[in-house]
């Protein structure tokens, strides 16, 4: 019996936990953003198997920053940008005012932490975060005042991913992209894909939840 019980404790925990986020203090898209919720999930809490981030409670700044770039194709538009493709004609349809309130919306979504999917070594992960945490701040929140955004917010996976765009160039290589340029210099900082493992294993550790 108790075996059951606790088999079906984490079921009932997450039930609880998803009716209490379907409350009405939370925020509900506009009819034209409805299709944010198709890729990046209920609450934008992310899906994996499309590889669309969890965006949930993302500072409204950043998200003005990185639609405009899709949008303009800054971002997404490289030859080997095999998922930011996904994304750019989303935004791309998008106009002034809808980017706006797109992320006004973003920005009052709500879920708990992603599941952490990457291991790597939090001890050689916090060393590399030293450097990264002039920019985006030692406990990982980000600067808006230097363009540089929390890192808390993503899944593991998506961190992963864009340090190793940041690298080969397939994210910060347009000329009119001057915030992914400055990243892209950082990154060049971590050597290989073990390093980016480990430091992305340590900004885990700066989550909240
Ligand atoms: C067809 C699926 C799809 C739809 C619909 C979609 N997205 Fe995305 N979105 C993605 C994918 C995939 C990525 C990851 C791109 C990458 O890896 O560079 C992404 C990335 C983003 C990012 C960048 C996040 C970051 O941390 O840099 C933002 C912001 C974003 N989407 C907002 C939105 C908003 C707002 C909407 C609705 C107007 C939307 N998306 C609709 C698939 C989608
Ligand atoms: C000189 C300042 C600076 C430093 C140092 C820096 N970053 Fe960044 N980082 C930025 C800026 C600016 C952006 C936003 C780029 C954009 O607008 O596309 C960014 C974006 C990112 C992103 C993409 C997040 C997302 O949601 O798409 C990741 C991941 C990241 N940085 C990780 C790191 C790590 C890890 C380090 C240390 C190795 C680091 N950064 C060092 C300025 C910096």
């Known amino acids: ?57 993302m500072e409204t700044w950043y998200v003005e920053q990185q639609l405009r770039n899709f949008s303009a194709g800054v971002r997404g538009l ?13 935004a791309a349809v998008l106009t002034d005012a809808q980017i706006k309130a797109a992320a006004v919306f973003v920005n009052a979504t709500r879920s708990t932490s992603p599941k952490i999917t990457i291991s790597g070594d ?10 990264c945490a002039a920019c985006h701040g030692v406990a990982g929140k980000g600067n808006e005042a230097l363009g540089s955004p929390d890192l808390t917010i993503p899944d593991d996976w998506y961190l992963v991913t864009q340090l190793q765009n940041f690298r080969s160039g397939v994210r910060g290589s347009h000329p009119a992209d001057s915030y992914g340029m400055q990243m892209r210099a950082s990154v060049q900082l971590l050597a290989d894909d073990e390093a980016i493992m480990d430091v992305v294993s340590y900004i885990s550790t700066l989550r909240n939840d």
């Open 1 to 57: 019996m108790r075996n059951v019980i606790r088999k079906i404790l984490p079921a009932v925990a997450l039930l609880w936990a998803t009716s209490a986020m379907s409350q009405d203090d939370l925020p509900i898209p506009a009819d034209e953003l409805v299709y944010c919720t198709v890729c990046h999930g209920i609450q934008l809490m992310g899906n994996p198997i499309i590889r669309a981030p969890r965006l949930s409670g």
């Open 78 to 90: 490289h030859e080997d940008d095999t998922i930011g493709v996904d994304m750019q004609p989303m």
């Open 122 to 131: 939090t001890l050689k992960g916090k060393a590399h975060y030293s450097t």
